[in-house]
C-alpha cells in the first residue's frame, strides 16, 4: 500500500513563527504535492515538485515555501505565518503524470 | 467558470436508493478523471478513475461524456457507510496539475 505521512495532525502556532510541515511518501512517487482545503473552496494547489529539487507554483503560493532535497521528502514552508493561513493543509503524491494522487492524513494547522 | 464544478448538495438519501451526481469540466482537451471520496475530518481516498468506456465497480459505476464535458458517478443500493463528500478530479492537460471540485456531499439515512 502507497503510504503518505505527515509529519503533525494538529498544529497550533502564534502569528510571525516560521512553520515546516513535513511530508514524506514510501512509494518512490516522482510528484508530490501541497494543497490546502478550505470549507466552500475545496482543495487549492500550493506547490507541486515532479522532481528532487523541483519546484512549480501552484495556484495559491504566496506566503509559501518548499523544499524536495530527498524524492521521498516534500516539506512546506510558512516563511511568516499569518492567521489567513489557518487551514487542512494535505500532501500528496503520484507515480507519473495522469495517474491517480495518494493523500497523506492532512496536517490541521492552527495560527493564532 | 470554474474548471471543475460539482453540485454541493446535501444529498439526502434513504438507505437502497440509487443516487447520481455529475461533475462538469471546463477543459475539453482534459484526458484523465478520477472520484475521490472524503469522509469528515480525513484525507480525499480514490474511490475510481473514470475511463473513456465507462467503469463499473461493485455498486459504483463512473461514466464520461466527452461531448458534454462532464463525468457522472452512480451509486446504487446506497448504504450509509456511503455517507461522504465525493469529489471530481480532472488532471489539467499537459500538466501534473490535479484539478479538484469542490465537492458533492451525500448522506444515506437509515
Known amino acids: 500500500d502507497v503510504k503518505v505521512t505527515q509529519s503533525s495532525r494538529y498544529l497550533v502556532k502564534r502569528t510571525g513563527e516560521k512553520v515546516f510541515l513535513e511530508c514524506v511518501q514510501d512509494?518512490?512517487?516522482?510528484?508530490m504535492f501541497w494543497y490546502r482545503q478550505d470549507p466552500g473552496l475545496g482543495l487549492r494547489l500550493i506547490y507541486f515538485?515532479?522532481?528532487?529539487?523541483?519546484?512549480e507554483k501552484g495556484d495559491i503560493p504566496e506566503g509559501y515555501s518548499v523544499s524536495r532535497e530527498k524524492k521521498e521528502r516534500f516539506s512546506l514552508i510558512l516563511e511568516s505565518a499569518s492567521t489567513n493561513q489557518t487551514s487542512m493543509y494535505l500532501c500528496?503524491?503520484?507515480?507519473?503524470?495522469?495517474?491517480?494522487?495518494?493523500f497523506g492524513q492532512g496536517t490541521r494547522l492552527t495560527v493564532v | 467558470r470554474k474548471e471543475v464544478e460539482q453540485d454541493p448538495g446535501p444529498f439526502n438519501v434513504p438507505e437502497g436508493a440509487t443516487v447520481a451526481f455529475n461533475c462538469t469540466y471546463s477543459?475539453?482537451?482534459?484526458?484523465?478523471f478520477f472520484w475521490y471520496r472524503q469522509d469528515c475530518r480525513k484525507e480525499p481516498k480514490l474511490l475510481m478513475s473514470?475511463?473513456?468506456s465507462g467503469n463499473e465497480d461493485g455498486r459504483f459505476t463512473a461514466q464520461l461524456n466527452r461531448a458534454s464535458q462532464y463525468i457522472s458517478l452512480l451509486i446504487r443500493d446506497s448504504k450509509l457507510s456511503d455517507s461522504a463528500t465525493y469529489l471530481c478530479?480532472?488532471?489539467?492537460?499537459?500538466?501534473?496539475?490535479?484539478?479538484f471540485g469542490t465537492g458533492t456531499r451525500l448522506k444515506v439515512l437509515a
Open positions: 500528496a503524491s503520484s507515480k507519473i503524470m495522469n495517474t491517480e494522487a495518494f
Open positions: 512509494m518512490d512517487h516522482e510528484n
Open positions: 515538485s515532479y522532481d528532487v529539487k523541483m519546484k
Open positions: 477543459n475539453s482537451a482534459s484526458q484523465s
Open positions: 473514470v475511463y473513456s
Open positions: 478530479v480532472v488532471i489539467a492537460p499537459g500538466t501534473y496539475k490535479y484539478i
